[in-house]
């Protein structure tokens, strides 16, 4: 059974800086595509930043320039680095996973595995 857990989130100030974690576990395949996804009280969640198979990346744009997903394949951990914080990045993030797929993706329907999130609180 896939188990993905985050980890890394607070409370900080606008122009901050947070790095979050996701161990995952249980997986039968060796390079999973993974993504971060949050959402915000009253507000659909959305697609942050999603890393493939092969590496590649993409980033919605409200956070193209100061946030960076990375992958550590052999600590089955995945990364989303948070540099230049606003209020409007306040959120719940969650970790999502899916099998080998050599494109990177922000819809939710295409990942099948969900961490519990951890909550990013950014104060003006």
């Known amino acids: 059974q896939v188990q993905l857990v985050e980890s890394g989130g607070g409370s900080v100030q606008a122009g901050g800086s947070l790095r979050l974690s996701c161990v995952a576990s249980g997986y039968t395949y060796s390079n999973p595509c993974m993504g971060w996804f949050r959402q915000a009280p009253g507000k659909e969640r959305e697609g942050v930043a999603s890393?493939?198979?092969?590496?590649?990346?993409t980033y919605a744009d409200s956070v193209k320039g100061r946030f960076t997903i990375s992958k550590d394949n052999a600590k089955n951990t995945l990364y989303l680095q948070m540099n230049s914080l606003k209020p409007e990045d306040t959120a719940m993030y969650y970790c999502a996973a899916d099998g080998v797929r050599l494109w990177p993706s922000l819809k939710s329907a295409d990942f099948g595995y969900w961490g519990q999130g951890t909550q990013v609180t950014v104060s003006s």
């Open positions: 890393i493939d198979s092969t590496g590649k990346q």
